[in-house]
């Protein structure tokens, strides 16, 4: 599957397979590694990650990846990789054309044009730890930090005049099928262009000599010839083509609104609750590098389940992963890189500045996937304490400057203490009653998860949000598969299932409460140090599927309540 945008008057080489590899180890600064005399005595497939193999498991440190690619000679390229991790330097023939320090982020980089054919690509790639080099990756995250290349990688032969790199569709007004395009054109670009609109195979719009404006972006509005809604009900999605020269682009988009009434998330301006679970890219076999069939089982299983919404756990999503529930009409909430970040990190430029940049590339990779409803940033930060402030001001500041059309949240661990609810459309908040529970000697606390949601609500409603949705965007117990005791007790199945029934019956029962996203949808791997005392197996267990997305009894108790909720109208 390659990657989209699609850009069909372009050559495009899909450069996923095995290429060469080698592991370097710990290298002093992978940014001064010399190439001479790199010895690849190894293969490895892209899209993956090195340490989910079994000769790697576990390594940190510096590797090499390497192919060829066949191409016009004289025609100037451009790399696309849709994520990587956690830092990597990328080469073509030897020159460096970048370094990308934003994990899971989609990135371009371009290269210049050559007179040979056989171009080689060359890609360094680190998985250490440092807060220099990958400000948003940190050791203590309760998912496992893998090194490799997670997404396709493709070779574009790019045209001699104008360059596309991507149009923008929003809706204008629903009811008349009318969007709104932002066609972006990478530098250097003329002072004048043509464009060419069809949506749906169908022309609607020209424009000539118009000027692109200091970033490169050319505005305009169009009508959708035939234009019907998406919603959850009847995903239905329509096809816009813009040419530019001999460059074209073509996307996917969906005529929906999103927006707040009565303390509920609506689509269209029905209100939808929002049942699902949150969900990391993880697979013990091949990390947060899922093949195409992996994700769309998951995405089975949770139609099976009768979900729909997802939260991309914690970090950019994979757009086939996004493909596929733009088609199966699953909301999505899309969080930026982030994971129980403290008050000093808040205070670090370099750390302010990957977050504004990886949140920003976000929006804009994902900016046409009409399932995104929900735009998110830092979960867990300390969001309770003064420190937090500016950070989190800038980010819903920036989201909203790129994209009004869909809502602004962030997952709290401080309900009754927060400082920045008012920053957000939706609260979302993440609670563990009755797992991390206030009663220590009681074996199963069940008791306490009804009374501490009912706490939240109240909180909130005096605090001045009870016009806000009030999202559980985390609340679970963990289960280890298989383990069945008399006691039913913390990490028996029979305990999560209990646990679960509660969370999902009060839910669905409660009109204040906008959905929940379960923790977690599968386990994972977590800590590899000493932190995975407090995780059974080194994984995060809390999954209704184990890693191998084998059901637990939870899961048939989650399928009758999600399944008995009525679907909301088209």
């Known amino acids: 599957m390659l990657m989209v945008p699609g850009f069909p008057g372009r050559v495009v080489h899909g450069l996923d ?28 497939a892209v899209p993956g990650c090195f340490d989910a193999t079994p000769a790697y498991a576990g390594r940190r440190g510096t590797a090499a990846y390497r192919t060829t690619v066949s191409v016009t000679p004289g025609i100037r390229g451009l790399l696309r990789c849709g994520g990587l991790g956690m830092w990597a330097r990328v080469f073509v023939d030897g020159v460096p054309l970048g370094v990308i320090d934003l994990p899971y982020s989609g990135f371009t980089l371009p290269v210049p044009a050559a007179a040979h054919r056989e171009r080689e690509v060359l890609v360094l790639v680190d998985n250490r730890f440092d807060a220099n080099r990958v400000p948003l990756m940190e050791p203590f995250f309760d998912f496992y930090c893998y090194g490799g290349i997670y997404r396709s990688v493709e070779w574009h032969e790019l045209p001699s005049g104008p360059v596309i790199d991507g149009v923008e569709v929003a809706v204008a007004d629903l009811a008349a099928g009318t969007v709104r395009l932002r066609v972006r054109l990478l530098a250097p670009w003329p002072e004048r262009v043509d464009l060419d609109v069809t949506i749906d195979g169908v022309p609607v719009r020209e424009l000539r000599n118009a000027a692109p404006d200091k970033e490169g972006h050319v505005d305009c509005t169009a009508t959708v010839p035939d234009p019907t809604p998406w919603s959850p009900a009847r995903p239905v999605l329509h096809t816009c083509s813009v040419r530019c020269g001999t460059d074209r682009v073509t996307e996917r988009f969906g005529l929906r609104t999103v927006g707040v009434r009565d303390g509920l998330v609506t689509i269209n301006g029905t209100a939808v609750k929002l049942l699902g679970y949150c969900r990391h890219e993880a697979h013990p076999q091949f990390g947060p590098a899922l093949p195409l069939q992996q994700l769309v089982q998951d995405l089975q299983i949770l139609r099976d389940l009768g979900c729909n919404f997802v939260r991309g756990s914690h970090y950019p999503q994979d757009p086939r992963f996004l493909n596929l529930c733009d088609e ?11 994971w129980g970040q403290k008050p000093e990190h808040f205070s670090r430029s370099g750390f302010h500045d990957a977050q504004l940049r990886q949140t920003r590339a976000m929006v804009r990779n994902s900016f046409n996937h009409p399932c995104v409803v929900l735009w998110g940033f830092l979960n867990e930060g300390a969001s309770h304490t003064p420190e937090s402030r500016t950070l989190y001001a800038d980010l819903a500041a920036e989201i909203r400057a790129l994209d009004r059309s869909r809502l602004v949240t962030y997952a709290s661990m401080h309900p009754f203490d927060d400082r920045n609810f008012d920053l957000a459309d939706v609260i979302s908040v993440n609670t563990y009653p009755g797992w991390y529970a206030q009663d220590r000697n009681t074996p199963a606390p069940c008791d306490e998860i009804v009374p501490r949601l009912t706490a939240i609500r109240q909180h909130l409603d005096r605090h001045g949000f009870a016009d806000k949705p009030l999202l559980i965007s985390e609340i679970g117990a963990g289960a280890i598969y298989g383990w069945h005791d008399p006691l039913e007790a913390h990490w028996t199945e029979e305990y999560q299932e209990r646990y679960l029934d509660i969370v999902c019956r009060h839910v669905c029962e409660n009109p204040r409460l906008a959905g929940v996203a379960l923790w977690q949808f599968c386990d994972c791997r977590t800590y590899a140090g000493a932190m995975a005392l407090t995780r059974p197996r080194a994984f995060n267990n809390k999954g209704t599927l184990d890693e191998y997305r084998r059901p637990k009894l939870a899961y048939r108790t989650v399928k009758r309540h999600f399944g008995n909720v009525p679907p909301e109208p088209c």
């Open 328 to 338: 199966a009409g699953i909301l999505v909430f899309e969080e930026s890189l982030g």
């Open 17 to 44: 397979g095995v290429w060469d590899f080698a592991f370097l180890g710990d290298t002093p600064d992978p940014a001064q590694t010399d190439l001479v005399g790199l010895a690849f005595g190894d293969r490895m």
